[in-house]
Every structure is written in C-alpha cells, then in structure tokens.
C-alpha cells in the first residue's frame, strides 16, 4: 500500500482521494494546507493521520510515497521541485507547469534524483475511451480533421462579473481557460495526432486579462484541428473526427462518456466502454502500477512524460499567439 500525501483541499483532491480508495492501492496519511481547520477536516473526513500546515516540515517529516499536488497552477512547479528534492514521488494536477522553462528545470531536477517519478494528471489519457479513439483514428483510410469541444459555465466566473479576481481567472495564479479545460483537448490533440506544425489562439480576454474562452487553430501537414475551449459558457456540441466519408464522434472531447464510429455507409457503432463512476480511478491505478514497478513500466511512464512536455509545448505557444503572457520573465522570453 503506498502512503499518499496531499496539496489542496478542494474537491479534485477528494476526487482523487476516491479513486485511490477505490484503486486499493493508496493510503492517504498526509495533509498540507495553509490553514490548520481545513487541513483537520479534510484529515477527519479521510482518516489522514498528520496534518501539516508549513510546506517545509511536510515534506521532511511527512510520512509519505508520493504527493498529490492540486494547488493554484502558478505554485505547481515550487512545490513539484520541492517534492522531488526530498525524494518524494509527485502526482501534479495538469497543467503541471507554465511554461517550458519550469519543464526544463522539473526534469533536471529529476536527473539529480533518478528514483523519483514525477506524473501530471492528465486522467483521460489514461482511460480505456480515449486508447480506443486512437485505435480508431489509426484504422481511417484518411484523416481530413478534427473540431474538440470542452466548455463549461465556471461558477467562479460569477465573482469576474462582479468584478474579483478569482484564482482560476487570475494571471498571477497562471489562470485561463486554456490553462484549465484546454489542458484535455491539448492532451488529446497532441495523443491522437502528434504535435502540429503550426498554431494560433484566438481567446477572449476578460477584464481579469486572462481567456475566458478561445479557438485554437492546430495545422498539420495534411488536415487541420481546432480545439473550441471556454469557461464562461455551456457548450452541448458533440466533438468529432472527420476520416473520407466516416467519422468517429464523441459526446465530450475531454470527459469521453460516449465514443462512435460512423461508417462509409452511415451506420454507427458504438467503440467505447461505460466509464469508471470516478474518471480518476484508471490514472490513480497506474500511477500506483508504476511507482510499484518502474523498471516493468519504464516505457509507459516515459510516453507519460513525453506527451505531458509535448502539451506543455503546445500550451505555451498557443498562449504566446494569443498574447497571454503570466510574468515579466516569461514575456521575456516570448520576446526574444
């Protein structure tokens, strides 16, 4: 049984902590939050034995295997790297960092510590619907293109309307739609067609100066994508794949709950499976498969690791097309 730590209190840690119940694989032991209260309800409610309230002492008195960071993103990469400076496995909520820069550092720290293994949470790559959408991609004659959907009405943008600065809409906190929902379709772009040749973003900017909501253009040599993201609006649109005369459709780019393939004769079939109750029980599971096993594992978890510095890439170039800059040193770099 590994012994888990956590970062964040909020409802994706207890997500999280659900599945790795479910998985039978992880034992929660550990909670850090700022703030004592929150870090004792959060430990009652899940039977955690310590709680920890200085980032410090909890990672060099915490009794722990790996750490679960769903902090702010713009704290992702602190704390990651402090993680694995104390040899602790780290789990970090995509998007695990801002930029390619913070990457770049991540795994340079990560060369230092050869038996750490660091993970971002992408869930959905790792859920059966989503390896049976690339399987089917595979099998068409001819892609021609692909348009993704994720938008969902956040109910934080209702304190933007009334005019704060919430974190997930803050530039300091490295906030955005992009940098939220747009995480998944990047994932799934980069998953099932490799990284594109060329890219632009196309957000809508709030008064808070991040994209509320935003097109993203992705070329390939042969076929275009476009990845329609927000978080100021509800989206029902199904996403699809478009092959000659068939297509494989899905109900929600980024949640995967219905997968079909509609035939060169029309007909539709249904290739995906029910998903889990938690989507976050099939990554909780490999992540523990892993760490467990990481000689067994090697090649998945460096795919794992390639893919998330593929997105990361990705993230931060449709970021610079758009002019969303979230410090002075990054802007720097745009510039250069």
């Not at 008195?61 to 713009?74: E, L, M, R």
């Not at 690339?134 to 959907?149: F, R």
């Amino acid at each position: 049984m590994l012994k888990l730590g956590i970062i964040g209190t909020n409802w994706i840690t207890q997500q999280f902590i659900d599945a790795a119940n479910e998985s039978g694989e992880w034992q929660l032991t550990t909670v850090y939050s700022r703030h004592s209260e929150t870090a004792q309800a959060f430990a009652d409610k899940n039977h955690a034995g310590a709680i920890f309230t200085d980032l410090e002492r909890f990672f060099s008195q915490g009794d722990f295997d790996a750490v679960y960071i769903a902090s702010p993103n713009s704290l992702h990469f602190a704390q990651a790297k402090l993680a694995i400076k104390h040899g602790k496995h780290v789990i970090v909520e995509k998007p695990a960092v801002a930029n390619q820069a913070e990457f770049e550092q991540l795994d340079e720290c990560l060369a230092t510590h050869p038996d750490v293994l660091l993970f971002e949470a992408a869930r959905q790559i790792h859920e059966v619907n989503f390896k049976r959408v690339k399987d089917q991609i595979d099998q068409l004659e001819q892609v021609q293109g692909a348009t993704l959907t994720y938008m969902k009405y956040s109910s934080r943008f209702d304190a933007v309307r009334a005019g704060e600065e919430p974190n997930i809409f803050s530039l300091k906190f490295a906030g955005g739609a992009l940098q939220d929902l747009g995480v998944y379709l990047a994932y799934d772009a980069v998953g099932w067609f490799g990284m594109p040749d060329e890219v632009a973003y196309y957000p809508t900017l709030l008064s808070t100066k991040v994209d509320g909501k935003g097109l993203a253009v992705l070329r390939y040599p042969a076929f275009t994508v476009t990845l329609n993201v927000g978080k100021t609006s509800n989206s029902f649109l199904p996403s699809e794949i478009n092959g000659l005369q068939d297509a494989i459709v899905m109900d929600n780019a980024a949640e995967l709950g219905k997968v079909t393939y509609h035939d060169v004769d029309g007909k539709a079939h249904n290739i995906g499976v029910q998903p889990d109750a938690n989507p976050m029980l099939a990554e909780a599971r490999d992540f523990a498969m892993v760490i467990n096993d990481p000689a067994g594992h090697q090649k998945e978890y460096q795919a794992w690791r390639q893919l998330s510095r593929n997105v990361n890439k990705l993230l931060f170039n449709l970021r610079q097309s758009g002019h969303i800059y979230f410090s002075d040193d990054e802007r720097d770099l745009a510039d250069k």
